[in-house]
């Protein structure tokens, strides 16, 4: 089901920014660039959350294949991924410390609102430019109203960085929730085999066993 939710989602979010994408192409290029912008931003973010799931997902296929008699904690640890085996080995061995979470998609989901209002800010910007051409140049009322109309379009087009911004935040946040959450399950898995199958393996019981 999570598979399907984040497929889904990042789908959302990449069809959001293509169809801006489109929209600008031809049309705007600095809008155009702040959309490839904000695409590989969210690129950048799918690609560590894509990791980070798969590194839980090694996770849960070891913990449900967890010997009955294992006797040997470094080989168990070498049967998932890399990143989780110090943590792992650690709330195996009594510490309640937490798993690792993602490091730059929380600032991502952040930046991609910012590039957007970037790209909008910009587009304002070269629209009162243009307006104030357009009300300078002439005192014609038709003239001026002929003047208005590519700077109001301009702004048209520059809102749609904000649409592209927002959809690809909203999309990454929601990407990065589903990945927390599964690493979550995996730590619930943890801490239930750490108190079957591994607790041989925790400081207390090796400490009781030292006293006997």
């Known amino acids: 089901m999570n598979k399907i939710l984040f497929g889904g989602a990042f789908a959302i979010g990449a069809l959001a920014i293509l169809w801006i994408g489109r929209i600008f192409l031809g049309a705007d290029t600095l809008g155009l660039f702040v959309t490839v912008l904000i695409g590989g931003v969210y690129a950048i973010g799918t690609w560590e959350l894509w990791q980070f799931r798969r590194a839980t997902s090694s996770l849960q296929h070891a913990l449900i294949h967890v010997p009955e008699s ?22 195996v061995e009594g510490e309640r410390n937490g798993l690792p979470a993602p490091v730059l998609t929380p600032y991502l989901v952040g930046l991609l609102v910012m590039l957007g209002l970037l790209g909008t800010f910009i587009g ?14 002439s005192s014609e009322l038709e003239a001026i109203r002929a003047g208005l109309a590519a700077p109001i379009e301009g702004l048209g087009l520059a809102f749609g960085t904000s649409v592209a911004g927002v959809a690809a935040s909203a999309m990454l946040g929601l990407l990065s929730t589903l990945s927390r959450r599964e690493r979550l399950q995996a730590s619930y898995l943890l801490d239930t085999k750490a108190a079957q199958e591994l607790s041989h393996f925790s400081s207390k019981h090796q400490q009781k066993l030292a006293f006997q």
């Open 124 to 137: 304002m910007v070269d629209t009162l430019k243009g307006a104030v051409v357009a009300l300078e140049g």
């Open 70 to 91: 294992i006797d040997n904690l470094n080989e168990w640890l070498h049967s998932f991924s890399p990143s989780l085996q110090n943590s792992v080995r650690l709330r």
